[in-house]
């Protein structure tokens, strides 16, 4: 074998390779393999990694109070989904739903924790008074649970998925624009710029999670190898990238 033909299997090869891991995660996969189990271990290692960033953070001298808040809620709810990931690593947390499929509800229990704690952060409802406040703090949790709901229930019963999903999604509009419209006028005038940021980044958590929950484990659209993958990868980007350049602009405004 010449060079030329070498290269040409060599280059085969690899493309074959790349077509697999593409198609592994689009197809139909009902559990976990090995590559998922890599992905849930290295999403639990970069939220780690998120935790200890925040806490030196925290220990820093703040220049406000905020910041600080900022740090240690982005601290928690970053071991909270490291602690998340190990569990799912660990095979708990999960059901086998009517088709087979693995359903990792211990994913969703996290997301009934840390939505309502990241909606009050980001959306400075500290400042908040008035019904509407109230009515955020309710409706954040009913998201969460309704969110749980359909998962489960849908795991054994297939036709609850739409009518659960179709209302998490609307609680999660309501949401957003109690937070983006109605929480605006008591953000201190110092905070607004980090406030519209803030719903920036809103907006982006919940179209990344509400469609993740769609195409995962409702329609099955991707594999469960590539639910961990992409889970894991929005994990990262919304307290990761996103969280930093939420505490940057905090910091700035104090």
């Not at 290692?45 to 600080?68: A, H, V």
């Not at 999604?169 to 929480?183: I, R």
């Not at 201190?188 to 919940?206: A, E, M, Q, R, W």
Request: with cysteine; aromatic share 16%.
């Amino acid at each position: 074998m010449n060079y030329h033909e070498g290269f040409l299997v060599n280059f085969h090869s690899n493309v074959s390779h790349q077509m697999d891991i593409i198609s592994g995660f689009f197809s139909n996969g009902s559990n976990t393999s090995h590559n998922g189990y890599r992905y849930l271990i290295l999403g639990s290692s970069s939220m780690f990694s998120l935790t200890c960033l925040y806490i030196f953070l925290s220990r820093r001298k703040q220049k406000g109070l905020e910041s600080l808040r900022f740090a240690r809620t982005l601290a928690f709810l970053s071991f909270l989904c490291g602690m998340t990931g190990l569990c799912m690593y660990s095979g708990l947390g999960h059901i086998k739903d009517g088709r087979g499929r693995d359903q990792y509800y211990a994913r969703y229990l996290n997301w009934s924790i840390n939505q309502p704690l990241l909606v009050w952060r980001l959306s400075f409802l500290d400042y908040s008074q008035g019904h509407h406040s109230l009515f955020v703090r309710l409706i954040g949790p009913i998201f969460s649970l309704i969110t749980v709901a359909f998962v489960v229930l849908s795991a054994f019963v297939n036709q609850l998925f739409y009518p659960f999903y179709i209302s998490s999604v609307l609680a999660g509009f309501v949401t957003l624009y109690m937070c983006v419209v109605k929480a605006r006028k008591y953000v201190p005038d110092k905070l607004k710029d980090s406030h519209s940021l803030n719903c920036l980044i809103l907006c982006f958590v919940y179209t990344f999670y509400g469609v993740g929950f769609g195409i995962t484990d409702g329609l099955s659209l991707i594999s469960v190898d590539g639910t961990h993958l992409y889970f894991s990868a929005v994990d990262t980007l919304v307290l990761g990238l996103m969280g930093m350049l939420s505490t940057a602009f905090v910091v700035r405004s104090e």
